[in-house]
Protein backbone atom coordinates (compact mmCIF):
# COMPACT_ATOMS: atom_id res chain seq x y z
CA UNK A 1 0.00 0.00 0.00
CA UNK A 2 3.23 2.70 0.27
CA UNK A 3 3.04 3.42 -3.47
CA UNK A 4 0.23 5.18 -2.22
CA UNK A 5 1.31 6.89 0.45
CA UNK A 6 4.60 7.77 -0.99
CA UNK A 7 3.44 8.50 -4.36
CA UNK A 8 0.14 10.41 -4.04
CA UNK A 9 -0.83 13.69 -2.93
CA UNK A 10 -1.80 14.12 0.34
CA UNK A 11 -5.15 15.78 -1.53
CA UNK A 12 -5.86 12.16 -1.52
CA UNK A 13 -9.02 11.96 0.87
CA UNK A 14 -11.43 8.63 1.35
CA UNK A 15 -8.80 6.26 1.43
CA UNK A 16 -8.17 7.41 4.76
CA UNK A 17 -11.35 5.95 6.53
CA UNK A 18 -11.32 3.08 4.55
CA UNK A 19 -7.48 2.26 3.48
CA UNK A 20 -7.69 -1.08 1.64
CA UNK A 21 -7.50 -1.77 -1.92
CA UNK A 22 -10.20 -2.84 -3.56
CA UNK A 23 -9.56 -4.76 -7.33
CA UNK A 24 -13.18 -5.66 -7.66
CA UNK A 25 -16.78 -4.38 -7.82
CA UNK A 26 -20.59 -5.30 -8.29
CA UNK A 27 -23.29 -4.41 -7.55
CA UNK A 28 -23.48 -3.01 -3.74
CA UNK A 29 -20.59 -4.72 -2.98
CA UNK A 30 -16.54 -3.61 -3.14
CA UNK A 31 -13.98 -6.27 -3.10
CA UNK A 32 -10.39 -6.42 -2.03
CA UNK A 33 -7.39 -8.31 -3.23
CA UNK A 34 -7.29 -10.27 -0.10
CA UNK A 35 -11.23 -11.29 -0.16
CA UNK A 36 -12.55 -8.68 2.14
CA UNK A 37 -16.12 -7.62 1.34
CA UNK A 38 -17.61 -4.71 1.13
CA UNK A 39 -21.25 -2.99 0.83
CA UNK A 40 -20.64 -0.24 -0.41
CA UNK A 41 -22.68 2.78 1.05
CA UNK A 42 -21.16 5.23 -0.69
CA UNK A 43 -21.40 4.51 -4.15
CA UNK A 44 -19.22 6.84 -5.82
CA UNK A 45 -21.11 9.51 -3.88
CA UNK A 46 -23.90 9.06 -5.77
CA UNK A 47 -22.04 8.39 -9.40
CA UNK A 48 -22.64 4.48 -9.27
CA UNK A 49 -27.00 4.86 -8.86
CA UNK A 50 -27.37 1.55 -10.70
CA UNK A 51 -24.82 -0.25 -9.07
CA UNK A 52 -21.25 -1.22 -9.83
CA UNK A 53 -20.24 -2.68 -13.02
CA UNK A 54 -24.19 -3.48 -14.20
CA UNK A 55 -24.78 -5.91 -16.34
CA UNK A 56 -27.01 -4.39 -18.30
CA UNK A 57 -24.87 -1.58 -19.33
CA UNK A 58 -21.90 -3.26 -19.42
CA UNK A 59 -23.65 -5.54 -22.02
CA UNK A 60 -24.19 -2.22 -23.76
CA UNK A 61 -20.72 -0.98 -23.71
CA UNK A 62 -19.29 -4.08 -24.35
CA UNK A 63 -20.96 -4.57 -27.26
CA UNK A 64 -20.06 -0.92 -28.34
CA UNK A 65 -16.48 -0.93 -27.80
CA UNK A 66 -16.46 -4.49 -29.52
CA UNK A 67 -17.75 -2.65 -32.76
CA UNK A 68 -15.38 0.04 -32.35
CA UNK A 69 -17.65 2.74 -31.38
CA UNK A 70 -16.35 6.10 -30.94
CA UNK A 71 -14.82 6.75 -27.82
CA UNK A 72 -13.21 10.09 -27.76
CA UNK A 73 -15.75 12.29 -30.12
CA UNK A 74 -14.82 16.10 -29.02
CA UNK A 75 -18.47 17.50 -28.93
CA UNK A 76 -19.02 16.02 -33.09
CA UNK A 77 -22.73 14.14 -33.81
CA UNK A 78 -22.57 10.52 -33.29
CA UNK A 79 -24.81 7.73 -33.24
CA UNK A 80 -24.32 6.88 -29.23
CA UNK A 81 -24.67 10.94 -28.47
CA UNK A 82 -27.60 10.66 -30.88
CA UNK A 83 -29.12 7.83 -29.03
CA UNK A 84 -28.77 9.32 -25.52
CA UNK A 85 -30.63 12.57 -26.60
CA UNK A 86 -33.29 10.90 -27.88
CA UNK A 87 -33.95 8.73 -24.61
CA UNK A 88 -33.29 11.96 -22.37
CA UNK A 89 -36.00 13.59 -24.67
CA UNK A 90 -38.27 10.80 -24.92
CA UNK A 91 -38.13 9.23 -21.66
CA UNK A 92 -37.41 11.52 -19.07
CA UNK A 93 -38.23 15.38 -20.65
CA UNK A 94 -40.81 14.98 -22.51
CA UNK A 95 -43.39 13.14 -19.59
CA UNK A 96 -42.37 15.78 -17.29
CA UNK A 97 -43.47 18.15 -19.29
CA UNK A 98 -39.80 20.05 -19.82
CA UNK A 99 -38.66 21.36 -22.75
CA UNK A 100 -34.98 21.59 -22.30
CA UNK A 101 -32.39 22.18 -24.26
CA UNK A 102 -28.62 20.12 -23.40
CA UNK A 103 -25.07 21.61 -22.85
CA UNK A 104 -22.36 18.55 -22.75
CA UNK A 105 -19.89 20.28 -20.54
CA UNK A 106 -16.33 19.16 -19.47
CA UNK A 107 -17.08 15.83 -18.16
CA UNK A 108 -17.44 16.55 -14.24
CA UNK A 109 -20.16 18.01 -11.84
CA UNK A 110 -18.11 21.60 -11.23
CA UNK A 111 -17.49 21.77 -15.29
CA UNK A 112 -21.61 21.76 -15.53
CA UNK A 113 -22.09 24.38 -12.41
CA UNK A 114 -19.33 26.48 -14.34
CA UNK A 115 -21.15 26.45 -17.44
CA UNK A 116 -24.95 27.42 -15.61
CA UNK A 117 -23.17 29.91 -13.63
CA UNK A 118 -21.62 31.68 -16.67
CA UNK A 119 -24.86 31.40 -19.08
CA UNK A 120 -26.87 32.73 -16.35
CA UNK A 121 -24.69 35.83 -16.05
CA UNK A 122 -24.27 36.09 -19.89
CA UNK A 123 -28.02 35.86 -20.43
CA UNK A 124 -29.15 38.52 -17.49
CA UNK A 125 -26.03 40.67 -17.40
CA UNK A 126 -25.75 40.62 -14.09
CA UNK A 127 -22.52 39.25 -12.18
CA UNK A 128 -23.97 38.14 -8.50
CA UNK A 129 -25.06 34.63 -7.71
CA UNK A 130 -27.48 33.75 -4.97
CA UNK A 131 -26.45 30.37 -3.11
CA UNK A 132 -27.19 28.83 0.20
CA UNK A 133 -25.95 28.09 3.54
CA UNK A 134 -24.22 24.70 3.35
CA UNK A 135 -24.65 24.24 -0.53
CA UNK A 136 -21.77 22.68 -2.01
CA UNK A 137 -21.66 22.70 -6.45
CA UNK A 138 -18.03 21.81 -6.45
CA UNK A 139 -14.35 23.15 -6.65
CA UNK A 140 -13.60 25.10 -8.95
CA UNK A 141 -13.13 28.64 -8.33
CA UNK A 142 -17.09 29.58 -10.27
CA UNK A 143 -18.78 26.52 -8.43
CA UNK A 144 -16.56 27.26 -4.98
CA UNK A 145 -17.99 30.45 -4.63
CA UNK A 146 -21.26 29.35 -4.55
CA UNK A 147 -20.22 26.58 -2.30
CA UNK A 148 -20.73 26.93 1.65
CA UNK A 149 -17.86 24.38 2.94
CA UNK A 150 -14.64 26.61 4.91
CA UNK A 151 -12.60 23.56 4.76
CA UNK A 152 -13.11 23.72 0.14
CA UNK A 153 -13.52 26.91 0.63
CA UNK A 154 -9.79 27.39 2.30
CA UNK A 155 -8.44 26.13 -0.77
CA UNK A 156 -9.03 28.75 -2.46
CA UNK A 157 -5.84 30.75 -2.14
CA UNK A 158 -7.70 33.95 -3.77
CA UNK A 159 -11.50 35.93 -3.00
CA UNK A 160 -14.12 33.90 -3.97
CA UNK A 161 -16.79 36.33 -5.29
CA UNK A 162 -19.96 37.02 -7.12
CA UNK A 163 -22.03 35.24 -4.43
CA UNK A 164 -24.58 36.53 -2.21
CA UNK A 165 -25.41 34.07 0.60
CA UNK A 166 -28.56 33.13 1.80
CA UNK A 167 -29.86 30.62 5.08
CA UNK A 168 -31.37 27.69 3.08
CA UNK A 169 -34.73 26.03 4.10
CA UNK A 170 -34.98 25.45 7.81
CA UNK A 171 -31.36 27.13 8.50
CA UNK A 172 -31.14 28.39 12.30
CA UNK A 173 -34.75 28.68 12.03
CA UNK A 174 -34.09 32.13 10.02
CA UNK A 175 -36.88 32.86 6.96
CA UNK A 176 -34.33 33.30 4.51
CA UNK A 177 -36.66 34.00 1.88
CA UNK A 178 -38.62 36.26 3.38
CA UNK A 179 -34.79 37.82 4.02
CA UNK A 180 -34.60 37.89 0.34
CA UNK A 181 -37.75 38.85 -0.64
CA UNK A 182 -37.51 42.02 1.52
CA UNK A 183 -33.97 42.72 0.54
CA UNK A 184 -34.94 42.51 -3.56
CA UNK A 185 -37.94 45.00 -2.88
CA UNK A 186 -35.61 47.14 -0.96
CA UNK A 187 -33.42 50.03 -3.18
CA UNK A 188 -31.43 50.28 -0.43
CA UNK A 189 -31.02 47.15 0.91
CA UNK A 190 -27.39 46.47 -1.05
CA UNK A 191 -28.43 43.40 -2.21
CA UNK A 192 -27.49 43.26 -5.86
CA UNK A 193 -30.23 42.00 -8.18
CA UNK A 194 -28.69 38.40 -8.82
CA UNK A 195 -28.80 36.67 -12.11
CA UNK A 196 -29.33 33.39 -10.56
CA UNK A 197 -30.34 31.32 -7.65
CA UNK A 198 -28.58 28.13 -7.26
CA UNK A 199 -29.57 25.39 -5.07
CA UNK A 200 -29.34 21.46 -4.26
CA UNK A 201 -33.16 20.41 -3.49
CA UNK A 202 -31.58 17.64 -0.75
CA UNK A 203 -27.55 19.24 0.42
CA UNK A 204 -26.01 16.56 -0.50
CA UNK A 205 -22.46 17.09 1.23
CA UNK A 206 -23.98 20.07 3.02
CA UNK A 207 -25.95 17.39 5.72
CA UNK A 208 -28.93 16.25 3.76
CA UNK A 209 -31.09 18.98 4.60
CA UNK A 210 -34.48 19.44 2.63
CA UNK A 211 -36.10 22.34 0.79
CA UNK A 212 -39.55 21.98 1.21
CA UNK A 213 -42.01 22.12 -1.38
CA UNK A 214 -43.85 25.43 -0.27
CA UNK A 215 -40.47 26.54 0.30
CA UNK A 216 -39.31 25.69 -3.01
CA UNK A 217 -42.47 26.68 -4.45
CA UNK A 218 -42.02 30.22 -3.03
CA UNK A 219 -38.71 30.60 -4.06
CA UNK A 220 -39.45 29.47 -7.79
CA UNK A 221 -42.30 32.60 -7.37
CA UNK A 222 -39.96 35.29 -5.94
CA UNK A 223 -37.27 34.26 -9.06
CA UNK A 224 -39.72 34.53 -11.45
CA UNK A 225 -41.41 37.73 -10.34
CA UNK A 226 -37.84 39.57 -10.48
CA UNK A 227 -37.05 38.18 -13.21
CA UNK A 228 -33.72 35.85 -11.47
CA UNK A 229 -32.83 32.37 -13.14
CA UNK A 230 -33.24 29.78 -10.98
CA UNK A 231 -30.65 26.50 -11.22
CA UNK A 232 -31.18 23.41 -9.30
CA UNK A 233 -27.81 22.02 -8.87
CA UNK A 234 -29.43 18.28 -9.16
CA UNK A 235 -26.16 16.60 -9.68
CA UNK A 236 -25.69 14.34 -6.19
CA UNK A 237 -29.86 14.68 -5.91
CA UNK A 238 -30.66 13.49 -9.22
CA UNK A 239 -31.12 10.61 -11.20
CA UNK A 240 -33.24 9.08 -9.21
CA UNK A 241 -31.15 9.37 -5.58
CA UNK A 242 -34.52 11.23 -3.86
CA UNK A 243 -37.32 8.41 -5.57
CA UNK A 244 -38.22 10.71 -8.92
CA UNK A 245 -35.35 11.33 -11.50
CA UNK A 246 -35.41 14.59 -10.79
CA UNK A 247 -35.44 16.39 -7.21
CA UNK A 248 -37.59 19.00 -7.66
CA UNK A 249 -40.23 16.94 -9.58
CA UNK A 250 -42.96 16.28 -6.44
CA UNK A 251 -42.42 20.74 -6.05
CA UNK A 252 -44.08 20.95 -9.22
CA UNK A 253 -41.59 22.82 -10.09
CA UNK A 254 -39.57 23.76 -13.66
CA UNK A 255 -36.20 25.26 -12.97
CA UNK A 256 -34.67 27.47 -15.72
CA UNK A 257 -31.44 25.41 -15.88
CA UNK A 258 -30.69 22.34 -14.18
CA UNK A 259 -27.01 20.61 -13.62
CA UNK A 260 -26.98 16.55 -13.77
CA UNK A 261 -23.28 14.69 -13.60
CA UNK A 262 -22.66 12.19 -11.05
CA UNK A 263 -24.74 9.13 -12.04
CA UNK A 264 -25.86 10.69 -15.33
CA UNK A 265 -23.28 8.39 -17.54
CA UNK A 266 -24.60 5.44 -15.66
CA UNK A 267 -21.48 2.80 -15.27
CA UNK A 268 -19.58 5.41 -12.95
CA UNK A 269 -18.32 7.20 -16.08
CA UNK A 270 -17.83 10.84 -16.39
CA UNK A 271 -20.32 12.77 -18.28
CA UNK A 272 -21.84 16.21 -17.27
CA UNK A 273 -24.68 18.21 -18.95
CA UNK A 274 -26.65 21.91 -18.46
CA UNK A 275 -30.30 21.89 -19.58
CA UNK A 276 -31.65 24.86 -19.69
CA UNK A 277 -34.62 26.36 -21.53
CA UNK A 278 -34.71 27.10 -25.28
CA UNK A 279 -34.65 30.77 -24.57
CA UNK A 280 -31.43 30.50 -22.69
CA UNK A 281 -29.85 29.07 -25.67
CA UNK A 282 -27.50 32.12 -25.96
CA UNK A 283 -23.79 30.68 -26.04
CA UNK A 284 -21.60 31.59 -29.42
CA UNK A 285 -20.26 28.16 -30.85
CA UNK A 286 -17.52 27.18 -29.20
CA UNK A 287 -17.92 29.58 -26.27
CA UNK A 288 -17.53 27.29 -23.26
CA UNK A 289 -15.78 24.13 -24.42
CA UNK A 290 -14.04 21.48 -23.21
CA UNK A 291 -11.96 18.19 -24.83
CA UNK A 292 -13.57 15.76 -22.97
CA UNK A 293 -17.47 16.66 -23.50
CA UNK A 294 -18.00 13.84 -26.19
CA UNK A 295 -17.19 10.47 -23.92
CA UNK A 296 -19.31 8.47 -26.01
CA UNK A 297 -18.84 5.59 -23.65
CA UNK A 298 -20.80 7.46 -20.99
CA UNK A 299 -23.58 7.84 -24.28
CA UNK A 300 -23.92 4.42 -24.21
CA UNK A 301 -24.33 3.61 -21.09
CA UNK A 302 -26.45 6.87 -19.73
CA UNK A 303 -29.13 6.26 -22.50
CA UNK A 304 -28.72 2.25 -21.84
CA UNK A 305 -29.37 3.14 -18.39
CA UNK A 306 -32.13 5.54 -18.82
CA UNK A 307 -34.17 2.96 -21.34
CA UNK A 308 -33.27 0.20 -18.59
CA UNK A 309 -34.94 2.03 -15.58
CA UNK A 310 -36.99 5.19 -16.49
CA UNK A 311 -39.14 4.14 -18.97
CA UNK A 312 -41.96 2.64 -16.16
CA UNK A 313 -42.37 3.49 -12.40
CA UNK A 314 -40.74 0.28 -11.39
CA UNK A 315 -37.60 1.37 -10.59
CA UNK A 316 -39.04 4.48 -8.91
CA UNK A 317 -41.40 1.55 -6.68
CA UNK A 318 -38.31 0.02 -5.52
CA UNK A 319 -36.40 3.33 -4.48
CA UNK A 320 -39.40 3.87 -2.55
CA UNK A 321 -39.37 0.29 -1.06
CA UNK A 322 -35.74 0.56 -0.08
CA UNK A 323 -36.09 3.71 1.45
CA UNK A 324 -39.31 2.93 3.38
CA UNK A 325 -37.09 -0.06 4.61
CA UNK A 326 -34.07 1.93 5.61
CA UNK A 327 -36.36 4.65 7.65
CA UNK A 328 -38.45 2.11 9.05
CA UNK A 329 -34.92 0.45 10.56
CA UNK A 330 -33.54 3.72 11.77
CA UNK A 331 -36.49 5.27 13.67
CA UNK A 332 -36.01 2.71 16.38
CA UNK A 333 -32.21 3.44 16.32
CA UNK A 334 -33.03 7.49 17.12
CA UNK A 335 -35.55 6.07 20.13
CA UNK A 336 -33.21 4.08 21.18
CA UNK A 337 -30.43 6.02 21.19
CA UNK A 338 -31.90 10.40 21.57
CA UNK A 339 -28.19 10.98 23.54
CA UNK A 340 -26.42 9.85 20.03
CA UNK A 341 -28.89 10.54 17.15
CA UNK A 342 -30.71 13.94 16.58
CA UNK A 343 -32.50 12.75 13.41
CA UNK A 344 -33.31 11.09 10.22
CA UNK A 345 -32.42 13.70 7.19
CA UNK A 346 -33.13 13.53 3.61
CA UNK A 347 -35.28 11.74 1.26
CA UNK A 348 -36.01 8.88 -0.59
CA UNK A 349 -32.77 7.08 -1.15
CA UNK A 350 -30.65 10.36 -0.11
CA UNK A 351 -31.32 9.27 3.77
CA UNK A 352 -28.93 9.40 6.93
CA UNK A 353 -28.92 9.63 10.60
CA UNK A 354 -27.67 13.06 12.02
CA UNK A 355 -26.02 12.43 15.10
CA UNK A 356 -25.47 15.02 18.19
CA UNK A 357 -21.49 15.32 17.42
CA UNK A 358 -18.83 14.33 14.22
CA UNK A 359 -16.91 12.25 16.37
CA UNK A 360 -19.77 9.57 17.04
CA UNK A 361 -20.68 9.76 13.52
CA UNK A 362 -16.97 9.07 12.92
CA UNK A 363 -16.59 6.48 15.51
CA UNK A 364 -19.66 4.48 13.69
CA UNK A 365 -18.48 4.64 10.71
CA UNK A 366 -15.05 3.37 11.30
CA UNK A 367 -17.17 0.40 12.96
CA UNK A 368 -18.89 -0.47 10.05
CA UNK A 369 -16.04 -0.42 7.90
CA UNK A 370 -14.40 -2.80 10.74
CA UNK A 371 -17.79 -5.22 9.67
CA UNK A 372 -17.80 -4.44 6.16
CA UNK A 373 -19.53 -1.69 5.45
CA UNK A 374 -17.95 1.52 3.36
CA UNK A 375 -20.36 4.91 4.69
CA UNK A 376 -19.36 8.36 4.96
CA UNK A 377 -20.34 11.15 6.67
CA UNK A 378 -21.82 14.91 5.58
CA UNK A 379 -22.58 17.84 6.99
CA UNK A 380 -21.17 20.99 8.54
CA UNK A 381 -19.32 18.59 11.22
CA UNK A 382 -19.22 15.49 9.65
CA UNK A 383 -22.33 14.37 12.06
CA UNK A 384 -24.76 12.95 9.35
CA UNK A 385 -24.14 9.16 8.74
CA UNK A 386 -24.88 8.65 5.33
CA UNK A 387 -26.32 5.68 3.60
CA UNK A 388 -25.59 6.16 0.03
CA UNK A 389 -26.02 2.62 -1.41
CA UNK A 390 -26.91 1.77 -4.81
CA UNK A 391 -30.62 2.33 -5.75
CA UNK A 392 -30.04 -1.04 -7.78
CA UNK A 393 -29.55 -2.64 -3.91
CA UNK A 394 -31.44 -5.67 -3.40
CA UNK A 395 -34.18 -6.21 -0.32
CA UNK A 396 -32.10 -8.47 1.47
CA UNK A 397 -29.13 -6.24 1.01
CA UNK A 398 -30.54 -3.70 2.64
CA UNK A 399 -31.58 -5.54 5.41
CA UNK A 400 -27.65 -6.68 5.83
CA UNK A 401 -26.37 -3.34 5.81
CA UNK A 402 -28.93 -2.25 8.59
CA UNK A 403 -27.95 -4.93 10.48
CA UNK A 404 -24.28 -4.73 10.05
CA UNK A 405 -25.03 -0.54 10.84
CA UNK A 406 -27.00 -1.65 13.87
CA UNK A 407 -24.14 -3.79 15.10
CA UNK A 408 -21.52 -1.40 14.92
CA UNK A 409 -23.57 1.23 16.66
CA UNK A 410 -24.36 -1.33 19.73
CA UNK A 411 -20.92 -1.57 19.65
CA UNK A 412 -19.68 1.86 19.91
CA UNK A 413 -22.16 2.70 22.31
CA UNK A 414 -20.69 -0.36 24.41
CA UNK A 415 -17.40 0.74 24.18
CA UNK A 416 -17.55 4.42 24.79
CA UNK A 417 -19.55 3.11 27.97
CA UNK A 418 -16.87 0.97 28.68
CA UNK A 419 -14.72 3.93 28.28
CA UNK A 420 -16.53 6.12 31.08
CA UNK A 421 -16.81 3.45 33.33
C1 LIG B 1 -20.38 16.33 -6.46
C2 LIG B 1 -21.13 17.57 -6.66
C3 LIG B 1 -20.66 18.60 -7.50
C4 LIG B 1 -19.30 18.55 -8.13
O1 LIG B 1 -19.13 17.48 -8.98
P1 LIG B 1 -17.65 17.04 -9.36
O2 LIG B 1 -17.82 15.98 -10.39
O3 LIG B 1 -17.01 16.53 -8.10
O4 LIG B 1 -16.94 18.23 -9.88
C5 LIG B 1 -21.47 19.70 -7.69
N1 LIG B 1 -22.68 19.80 -7.11
C6 LIG B 1 -23.16 18.83 -6.30
C7 LIG B 1 -24.51 18.99 -5.70
C8 LIG B 1 -22.40 17.70 -6.03
O5 LIG B 1 -22.85 16.76 -5.20
Same mark, same amino acid.
Given at each position: ??????????????? *??????? +??????????????????????????????? +??????????? @????????????????????????????????????????????????????????????? *???????? +???????????? &??????????????????? *??? #???? &?? @????????????????????????????????????????????????????????????????????????????????????????????? #????? &???????????????????????? +?????????????????????????????????????????????????????????????????????? *??????????????????????????? @??????????????? &??????????????
Amino acid at each position: MNIFKDQESNVQCYA *RNFPVVF +NKAKGSWLYTADGEEYLDFLAGAGALNYGHN +NSVLKKALMDY @IDADGLTHGLDMYSEAKGEFLTQLNQTILKPRGLDYKVQFTGPTGTNAVEAALKLARKVTG *RHSIVAFT +NGFHGVSYGALA &ATGNQHHRGGAGMPLQGVT *RLP #YDGY &AD @IDGLALFETMLNDNSSGMDKPAAVILEVVQGEGGLNVASTPWLQKLDKICKQHDILLIVDDIQAGCGRTGHFFSFEPAGIKPDMVTLSKSIGG #YGLPM &AIVLFRPELDQWLPGEHNGTFRGN +NHAFVTAAKAIETYWRDAQFQLHIQARAEQLTAALEPLLARYPGHFDQIKGRGLMQGIACHDGKFAHQVA *RACFESGIVIETAGPDDEVLKFFCPLT @ITEEEMDQGIQIFTD &AVERTIASLLKKAS
